[in-house]
């Protein structure tokens, strides 16, 4: 009985002690104190983190009025897992050199039909947005993400040895 209680209490105080990371005013901090914050949080809760960052500007940037939020965030949440599970069927090798024709035809089709599941997806949520927000809400969901992406791209090919990201249209 002593074990379970322990186990519920140091459950709790980790749950209490993220709930306290996500509750930081991340807007005054400076960059450097961003970073230590993140670096200190495990991977789970930096995807958290992230996933819970993401929901909040996709719903800032597109004015999803407060009765819809709930039903947009769910219905988002569930279109970027789904869209992560696609994208987890293909890892490409990057060993090209060492490939045979038939290796490298075989991946190069498994890419374009994990391209077309990712946009039939894309296609179908589409749909399931439009219930909650307007067509043009959803055009510029997509058109934030694509930035957002592009973002993270421009970060991690800048690196610690890169001067600056190039910029992308």
Same mark, same amino acid.
Request: no cysteine; hydrophobic share 35%; glycine share 2%.
């Given at each position: 009985? %002593?074990? /379970?209680? #322990?186990? =519920?209490?140091?459950?709790?105080?980790? &749950?209490?002690? !993220?709930?306290?990371?996500?509750?930081?005013?991340?807007?005054?901090?400076?960059?450097?104190?961003?970073?230590?914050?993140?670096?200190?949080?495990?991977?789970?809760?930096?995807?958290?983190?992230?996933?819970?960052?993401?929901? %909040?500007? /996709?719903? #800032?940037? =597109?004015?999803?009025?407060?009765?819809? &939020?709930?039903? !947009?965030?769910?219905?988002?949440?569930?279109?970027?897992?789904?869209?992560?599970?696609?994208?987890?069927?293909?890892?490409?090798?990057?060993?090209?050199?060492?490939?045979?024709?038939?290796?490298?035809?075989?991946?190069?089709?498994?890419?374009?039909?994990?391209?077309?599941?990712?946009?039939?997806?894309?296609?179908?949520?589409?749909?399931?947005?439009?219930?909650?927000?307007?067509?043009?809400?959803?055009?510029?969901?997509?058109?934030?993400?694509?930035?957002?992406?592009?973002?993270?791209?421009?970060?991690?090919?800048?690196?610690?040895?890169?001067?600056?990201?190039?910029?992308?249209?």
């Amino acid at each position: 009985m %002593k074990k /379970i209680a #322990a186990a =519920l209490i140091l459950i709790l105080a980790i &749950q209490f002690s !993220f709930a306290q990371q996500l509750n930081y005013d991340w807007k005054s901090m400076k960059p450097e104190q961003r970073k230590e914050v993140i670096q200190k949080m495990n991977p789970s809760e930096r995807m958290s983190l992230l996933k819970e960052f993401r929901e %909040k500007m /996709i719903v #800032a940037e =597109l004015a999803v009025p407060q009765n819809n &939020q709930p039903e !947009f965030i769910h219905l988002y949440t569930q279109y970027q897992d789904r869209q992560n599970d696609i994208k987890s069927k293909f890892t490409p090798s990057e060993d090209y050199e060492n490939m045979t024709d038939e290796e490298a035809t075989r991946q190069l089709n498994q890419s374009f039909e994990v391209g077309q599941q990712l946009l039939d997806n894309r296609k179908n949520y589409a749909q399931k947005f439009m219930k909650v927000i307007s067509p043009q809400q959803v055009l510029k969901m997509y058109q934030t993400e694509g930035k957002m992406r592009n973002k993270i791209l421009d970060k991690k090919q800048a690196g610690p040895n890169n001067p600056g990201p190039q910029r992308r249209r």
